[in-house]
């Protein structure tokens, strides 16, 4: 059963950056595509970004498009999410998730496992 383990959310301040990691064990990480969603108070969780299994082809959801941007390296076994020019509306707590398909469903189907999250808060 695979695990996975996100860090790196905090508060900072609109405006800020923030990288969040996922670390993922097994042997497997490297076969499937991997993705970042997220959930604010009182809110569905939602898509935010998805990678393909090499990197190479990436989704982002409208409005972090620009701002954010999602990595990985295959070798660490390790989804990265970079998070720029932070607001308000990005707090959330965010998960990372392994896809079974690419293209990434951006709905919750599809996916075989998720993190515990990690909270970012941004103030303004």
């Known amino acids: 059963q695979v695990q996975l383990v996100e860090s790196g959310g905090g508060l900072v301040q609109a405006g800020d950056s923030l990288r969040l990691s996922c670390a993922a064990s097994?042997?497997?990480?490297?076969?499937?595509?991997m993705a970042w969603f997220r959930q604010a108070p009182g809110k569905e969780r939602e898509f935010v970004a998805a990678?393909?299994?090499?990197?190479?082809?990436?989704d982002y959801e409208y409005s972090v498009k620009g701002r954010f941007t999602i990595s990985r390296d295959n070798a660490k076994n390790a989804a990265y999410l970079q998070m720029n020019n932070l607001k308000p509306e990005d707090t959330a707590v965010y998960y990372c998730?392994?896809?079974?398909?690419?293209?990434?469903?951006?709905?919750?189907?599809?996916?075989?496992?998720w993190g515990q999250g990690t909270q970012v808060t941004v103030s303004a």
């Open positions: 097994g042997r497997t990480f490297g076969s499937h595509p």
């Open positions: 998730a392994r896809s079974m398909y690419w293209p990434a469903q951006r709905d919750l189907n599809g996916y075989d496992a």
């Open positions: 990678i393909s299994t090499g990197g190479v082809s990436t």
